[in-house]
């Protein structure tokens, strides 16, 4: 079944540590996107590729990093820059045709900071 | 810079009745895709309805439909026959045609369907 992989489900931190959020496509798309989601707020996007080995910082980049170097894969690293990791994230992909680039995610990453 | 708007952050109905979404937004673009996501308590962010800006036609999925209207720069959510599975977080978003493929999110409405 095509979709989109995100591991793992929950993910938990120690202060100062970087940690890496994994999200896999087998859709064959070739635009990723990473999103934050906060209680009480939308999604905001912290970075997005739309070919390998190229990426744009979103509205919300500072404090993560970002990989491209597979067209399904598309990690995200949390650091220890991040002053307030704890969120919901959601990994997303889509085509770039121009046609109908609906963008499909996946299930979801839960990273809390103790 | 575009802008979208929900300005209902809950919402409750009936089983079995109908109940309509709100969503405006803000943009100098001409072409652009506008959709509404629905997000259960799994978290699973579901696509429910897309529609292109260039279409008059509103969008219909089952017991979903849309009122666009392009000029006022509004697209409503109508479910009808609301069932209790509908109860979930409803996202506007925004996506222009042109340049890069970002979508703008709106902060969501909370429907609770009630028995």
């Known amino acids: 079944d095509g979709g989109i992989t995100q591991s793992p489900k929950y993910l938990f931190r120690k202060e100062g540590q970087n940690v890496t959020l994994s999200c896999e496509q087998n859709?064959?798309?070739?635009?990723m996107y990473w999103y934050r989601q906060d209680p009480g707020q939308g999604l905001r996007l912290i970075y997005y590729?739309?070919?390998?080995?190229?990426?744009q910082k979103g509205d919300i980049a500072e404090g993560y990093s970002v990989s491209r170097e597979k067209k399904e894969s598309f990690p995200l690293t949390v650091t220890s820059a991040q002053k307030n990791p704890t969120a919901f994230y959601l990994c997303?992909?889509?085509?770039?045709?121009?046609?109908?680039?609906?963008?499909?995610f996946g299930p979801g990453t839960r990273l809390t900071v103790l | 810079a575009q802008t979208v708007t929900q300005s209902q952050p809950e919402m409750s109905v009936q089983e079995a009745e109908t109940v309509t979404l709100s969503c405006t937004y803000d943009?100098?673009?001409?072409?652009?895709?506008l959709f509404w996501y629905k997000q259960p308590p799994s978290r699973q962010m579901i696509l429910v309805i897309r529609?292109?800006?260039?279409?008059?036609q509103n969008a219909t999925e089952n017991r979903f439909s849309v009122n666009f209207q392009k000029a006022a720069k509004s697209f409503s959510l109508k479910i009808s026959d609301s069932q209790l599975g509908d109860t979930a977080m409803y996202f506007c978003?925004?996506?222009?045609?042109?340049?890069?493929?970002?979508?703008?999110f709106g902060t969501g409405t909370r429907l609770k369907v009630l028995a």
């Open positions: 859709l064959n798309h070739d635009a």
């Open positions: 529609q292109e800006a260039y279409k008059q």
């Open positions: 978003a925004f996506m222009k045609t042109s340049g890069t493929y970002k979508y703008i």
């Open positions: 943009t100098s673009e001409s072409n652009y895709y």
């Open positions: 590729s739309q070919i390998v080995n190229d990426f």
């Open positions: 997303a992909s889509s085509t770039t045709s121009g046609v109908t680039d609906t963008q499909y």
